[in-house]
């Protein structure tokens, strides 16, 4: 069966790092399509970063963390990573790491991702970020 498994968050002062992971098992992950995703109480999902899939040439990133967040996959080790730089009070938040199987190759869309665009989700790893 499909896993997505997260980690890597933690507790951080703002202006530090951390670098959250997601373990992908049950599916092919080098075709799929891969994205960060984050929320907080009483919040919409908001999606933060998104990688094409095969050779994740295609990226997007979320205006609020375009310069300071990178995503990257390891299709051989079937893992995706955000690393997350200069961090602030506002990024604190749950991040789930996001899989689509059947999905097209190029561009995404610049008006953002759709929650309803992936199929499989993580449990989530929590991030919170002190001032």
């Known amino acids: 069966r499909v896993q997505l498994v997260e980690s890597g968050g933690g507790s951080v002062q703002a202006g530090g790092s951390l670098r959250v992971s997601c373990t992908a098992s049950?599916?092919?992950?080098?075709?799929?399509?891969m994205a960060w995703f984050r929320q907080t109480p009483g919040k919409e999902r908001e999606g933060v970063a998104a990688?094409?899939?095969?050779?994740?040439?295609?990226?997007y990133y979320a205006d609020s963390v375009k310069g300071r967040f990178t995503i990257s996959r390891d299709n051989a080790k079937n893992m995706m990573y955000l690393q997350m730089n200069s961090l602030k009070p506002e990024d604190t938040a749950m991040y789930y790491c996001?899989?689509?199987?059947?999905?097209?190759?190029?561009?995404?869309?610049?008006?953002?991702?759709?929650?309803?665009?992936?199929?499989?989700w993580g449990q989530g790893t929590q991030v919170t970020v002190s001032s």
């Open positions: 996001a899989a689509e199987r059947y999905c097209g190759y190029g561009e995404y869309d610049p008006r953002g991702l759709r929650p309803s665009d992936f199929s499989y």
């Open positions: 049950g599916f092919t992950y080098s075709s799929s399509c």
């Open positions: 990688i094409s899939r095969d050779d994740g040439f295609f990226t």
